[in-house]
Structures are given as C-alpha cells and as structure tokens.
Nanobody, 115 residues
Framework: QVQLVESGGGLVQAGGSLRLSCEASGNIFSLYDMGWYRQAPGNQRELVAEIARGGSTDYADSVKGRFTISRDNAKNTVYLQLNSLKPADTAVYYC?????????WGQGTQVTVSS
C-alpha cells in the first residue's frame, strides 16, 4: 500500500501558474508509473499527464505546451507545473501511482482559475 499526498493547488488568475506536488510513501517510488488526473464538476476524471518509471512522458492534447510533469525519485515526489492556466483547467487534480495491475490515488487538490 502506498499513500499519496497532493499539495500546491489554489486560486489563480487566468494566465497564471501553479506547481502541484505529490509525495508518495514507501521506498519503491522509482518503480511506479505516475500520473496526474483531473475532474471538473459534472465531468469524468481525465488523464492530464503521465511519467513512466523510465522517465518518458505523455500529455493530454489540451495541456500540451502548458503543463510539465516531472519526478524526483530521491524525494518520492512527482510534480505538475501548470502554466498559462485557463478557466477550463479548473478541477480537482489527483495523483495516481501504478505498479503492474495495482493503482493508488491521492485525495486530490483543488485548482481554480478565475477569468
């Protein structure tokens, strides 16, 4: 079992930036594939960005060029840098860790972008 704790959300004006962090418990963080998802009210949860244990990354088309995912295995932490934020980015952002067929979710952090 791994515990994931997100932080860094908040209220920001359109065009602004935030950096989300997700710290994982345990000592095998480097083996996990990590991802950031988001869910807006009335919408399904969607993948925003992911980073494999080997470091390869992938992004949803809606955030390409604006968001950057990274990881620091020494700190058991995955980050999501959010730039050029838009009101449409408003959602609860969740961290996910996957190892094989097992996945874990964090509790989420709210990002609100005002116009």
């Amino acid at each position: 079992q791994v515990q994931l704790v997100e932080s860094g959300g908040g209220l920001v004006q359109a065009g602004g930036s935030l950096r989300l962090s997700c710290e994982a418990s345990g000592n095998i963080f480097s083996l996990y594939d990590m991802g950031w998802y988001r869910q807006a009210p009335g919408n399904q949860r969607e993948l925003v960005a992911e980073i494999a244990r080997g470091g390869s990354t992938d992004y949803a088309d809606s955030v390409k060029g604006r968001f950057t995912i990274s990881r620091d295995n020494a700190k058991n932490t995955v980050y999501l840098q959010l730039n050029s934020l838009k009101p449409a980015d408003t959602a609860v952002y969740y961290c996910r860790a996957v190892l094989g067929y097992t996945g874990y979710w964090g509790q989420g952090t709210q990002v609100t972008v005002s116009s």
